[in-house]
């Protein structure tokens, strides 16, 4: 993997920097690499509530707070700014407002590699507002001033329309990191540790590769 001199992580909710790219992350952060994540909502309005149960709408978001401070620490990410903004709602926001908030992450950072997920092939309106306000961000730069934008796709039509990945690394050697990353946003993930627990014993061949490797298109202006 190509050695950054920094990496802006930007998605909505906690828990999105633990599925599809924490193995990078850990990748990025042993290499000596600084790692901002700017995290936009606590996803207090997420539906999982942990199994059994120990949260409820009002302490939802404490829960999170604190899962998603575990899970950055899990990963080695030392500049972590939660934003504030209120889940499910990303995509009412004004695009000026969300452009210049990117562009004073960036501006701020100065990194040379953005990882955000590609608008049109990410599912959740949250996740598609945010990639959007990421791009209008980078694009509103000299061509020779953007940093390299990476983006996460996994929409059932991502590959038919955007092509096989630009990018898939093998993050096999920090694996055990990324499933502790998962594991830290226990409210909304135990269910899933368990299956891929049971699944991993048995070697099941797409669990296998879901976890070894991370995939990522370059975002083509």
């Known amino acids: 993997m190509e050695k950054e001199q920094s990496v802006l992580v930007i998605f909505p909710h906690p828990d999105d920097e633990a599925f599809g790219v924490s193995g990078t ?33 009002e302490t939802l978001p404490d829960i999170r707070r604190a899962e998603l401070l575990e899970a950055v620490k899990v990963l080695g990410i030392q500049d972590l700014r939660m934003v504030g903004l209120r889940d499910k709602t990303i995509e009412f926001e004004e695009d000026e407002k969300m452009t210049k908030l990117m562009l004073s992450f960036i501006e701020e950072v100065k990194p040379s590699l953005i990882i955000t997920f590609y608008p049109g092939y990410s599912v959740h309106p949250d996740h598609e507002a945010t990639g959007a306000a990421v791009v209008r961000a980078v694009e509103s730069l000299p061509e020779n001033e953007r940093p390299k934008l990476h983006c996460v796709a996994f929409s059932n039509n991502c590959v038919e329309e955007l092509g096989e990945p630009d990018i898939v690394h093998d993050v096999t050697e920090v694996s055990d990191i990324k499933m502790d990353a998962i594991k830290a946003h226990r409210s909304q993930t135990e269910l899933m540790v368990a299956d891929m627990s049971e699944k991993i014993k048995v070697q099941d061949p797409q669990t296998l590769a879901w976890i070894r490797n991370e995939r990522f298109w370059i975002y083509k202006f």
């Open 25 to 57: 992350i850990a990748l990025h952060t042993q290499a000596g690499t600084p790692v901002t994540y700017a995290c936009l909502t606590l996803g207090q309005m997420g539906r999982n509530m942990g199994n059994p149960p120990f949260a409820n709408r």
